[in-house]
């Protein structure tokens, strides 16, 4: 039965409970997902000041903490820990097993920069916008499981790649371990379903979950893992890392089933467009959930193609107020920075945190204790950006009584739009190639 | 309906998700038994009422009868998305809280 792990659901994930997983499970793949929408374009940033960086910040220490256990059990490693540079990645991460003289081969999968293939009349998909408009920094395909496959069949240890559709990372695994047909839709469906509620970790075994009452979790300060055991036919169920915190119950998975899915009957990927309509999920016993039913039909004609622009700089400044009339003070406070900043800054966002600052509004909750004005925007250059949280400060010694803990902070920011592209334009230029060490190289010589 | 109401959370859990510019609420009645009547409550509607300060976007619902839950596709909910929004929770993260503050009328 094939045993595929997940070891991370974003780039700032847990370290050790990878370690963890795959120390006490026996598993065939261990999947570290670590790309969010806009990491890539920071990493393209990143690559442009030092063209041996543009890889994910934390793939140094994951890697540190798995090549040992990875040694011991030789199971093998998908990532897309590439990020902007897949191939800086996986140099360091055998300069990393050289360190530890443990023998290591790594397929490098690179493709998804497409920034050569777009034009500046390319239709925006999120407003009616052309590529011209905007000032772009990356531009990466979301490839699908096929893009991995010959790095699948080589003897690497580890594949390491950039923007690869977060499911596909886990489908791959299974097209290649089963031999499963690339037109055999339904099935590639099902393995959707299940590389769909893994992809973010321990968001099916506990996180993002826990509340009082009928949703108490145990063990949130050692939450355990997830990982499939998957069947031949695509039947999978869903574990935890033995003995960890955390549950693994048909509620978990229902909601990670549903999570960042719209129409439930048409997710598209890749390599399938997958319908999640008629799951089934059975709880065989504690912590064990079996699924079934994930199906679907032809895959998409072109891929989804995410552009990081350069959007401007955000400014922003924090101060807080307490006791009965703080609501009050936070109002005069902001009044103050909306006459302070209205002819410069356009759209400036003040909200009172703690009262209604997470939804604008509070049903009807008024009474807070202490209050924090926050006062953001999104400006065209530096200048603008840090006259917001000057002005917040400010407040110190000509705002309201009694304001402390004021903060300000610029940061450069970067948008994400997308785009589709044709197949062919993006297939062409997806290759595999393998590195190894030199320790490796010398005992093969 | 016998008028006695509650708030949504009381009988269903709910997790927030993101896409760009749209957000989606999963809702899961506790109780497999509850979806039928919790599906004649909550329509698309009464969400897009009581979330209409936080967003102005359209909201369609969709049945998922085989593990008897709920998905609401909540358009332009994020402030222009993820990456540009302004909000102090960009990704909507905590908009299923808002979902469960709803009230609903117990069957009678």
């Given at each position: 039965m094939l045993k595929i792990g997940s070891g991370?659901?974003?780039?700032?994930?847990?370290?050790?409970p990878a370690v963890e997983l795959a120390k006490k499970v026996d598993l065939d793949y261990l999947v570290l997902e670590c790309l969010a929408e806009r990491t890539i374009a920071i990493a393209q940033k990143e690559k442009i000041k030092d063209k041996n960086k543009g890889y994910d910040p934390l793939l140094v220490d994951r890697l540190k903490a798995l090549l040992t256990v990875l040694n011991e059990k030789r199971f093998r490693i998908v990532t897309?820990?590439?990020?902007?540079?897949p191939i800086a990645g996986a140099k360091k991460i055998l300069e990393i097993s050289r360190e530890k003289d443990i023998a290591c081969k790594v397929a490098v999968v690179t493709g998804d920069d497409v920034i050569l293939e777009l034009d500046s009349e390319n239709d925006i998909?999120?407003?009616?916008?052309?590529?011209?408009d905007y000032k772009v920094i990356s531009a990466n395909a979301y490839l699908g499981a096929e893009a991995l496959l010959p790095a699948l069949k080589t003897d690497a240890d580890i594949i390491i790649t950039g923007r690869v559709a977060d499911p596909s990372l886990f489908l791959a695994p299974m097209i290649h371990h089963?031999?499963?047909?690339?037109?055999?839709y339904e099935r590639l469906g099902q393995g959707t379903v299940i590389g769909h509620l893994l992809e973010c970790a321990g968001q099916i075994t506990g996180g993002y979950f826990a509340d009082i009452g009928e949703k108490e979790v145990d063990g949130l300060a050692e939450l355990g893992f997830p990982y499939a055991s998957i069947?031949?036919?695509?039947?999978g169920i869903i574990m935890k890392t033995p003995h960890s915190g955390g549950i693994v119950n048909v509620r978990t998975v229902k909601e990670q089933l549903l999570y960042?899915?719209?129409?439930p009957s048409q997710y598209l990927t890749p390599d399938v467009t997958a319908d999640f309509s008629n799951v089934t999920l059975t709880?065989?016993?504690?912590?064990k959930v079996m699924i079934t039913g994930g199906s679907g039909r032809k895959k998409p004609d072109s891929y989804k193609v995410s552009i990081g622009y350069h959007a401007g700089y955000i400014g922003e400044g924090e101060i807080s107020y307490a006791g009965t009339t703080s609501v009050e003070r936070g109002r005069i406070a902001e009044e103050i920075l909306r006459k302070r900043l209205s002819n410069s800054i356009q759209d400036l966002r003040i909200d009172l945190i703690g009262l209604?600052?997470?939804?604008?509004?509070?049903?009807?909750?008024?009474?807070?204790?202490e209050v924090r004005v926050r006062a953001i925007a999104l400006c065209p250059t530096r200048t603008d950006a840090i006259s917001i949280g000057n002005e917040v400060e400010a407040l110190?010694?000509?705002?309201?009584?009694?304001?402390?803990?004021a903060r300000k902070r610029i940061s450069e920011c970067v948008g994400v739009v997308s785009t589709l592209l044709e197949r062919e334009r993006v297939d062409k230029n997806v290759k595999t190639e393998v590195l190894k060490n030199e320790w490796e190289i010398n005992q093969t010589l | 309906m016998n008028g006695k109401s509650i708030k949504l959370y009381k009988v269903a859990h709910s997790r927030a998700g993101d896409k760009g510019n749209t957000s989606n609420l999963s809702l899961i009645p506790?109780?497999?038994?509850d979806y039928e009547w919790i599906g004649q409550e909550i329509t698309a509607k009464r969400v897009k009422e009581h979330l209409q300060d936080i967003f102005d976007g359209d909201v369609i619902r969709y049945d998922l009868p085989s593990i008897k839950s709920y998905n609401f596709v909540c358009k332009n909910s994020l402030l222009g998305g993820?990456?540009?929004?302004?909000?102090?929770?960009t990704h909507g993260k905590s908009l299923s809280s808002a979902l469960l503050e709803m009230e609903i009328s117990l069957p009678g």
């Open positions: 991370a659901g974003f780039s700032g994930d847990r370290l050790e897309n820990m590439g990020a902007a540079n998909l999120e407003n009616t916008h052309k590529l011209k089963y031999n499963w047909s690339l037109e055999d069947d031949r036919d695509g039947t960042e899915v719209h129409n709880q065989l016993e504690k912590n209604s600052s997470v939804h604008r509004t509070n049903f009807g909750n008024e009474h807070p204790y110190y010694t000509n705002g309201p009584y009694g304001g402390g803990g | 506790y109780n497999e038994s993820v990456t540009t929004s302004l909000a102090l929770d």
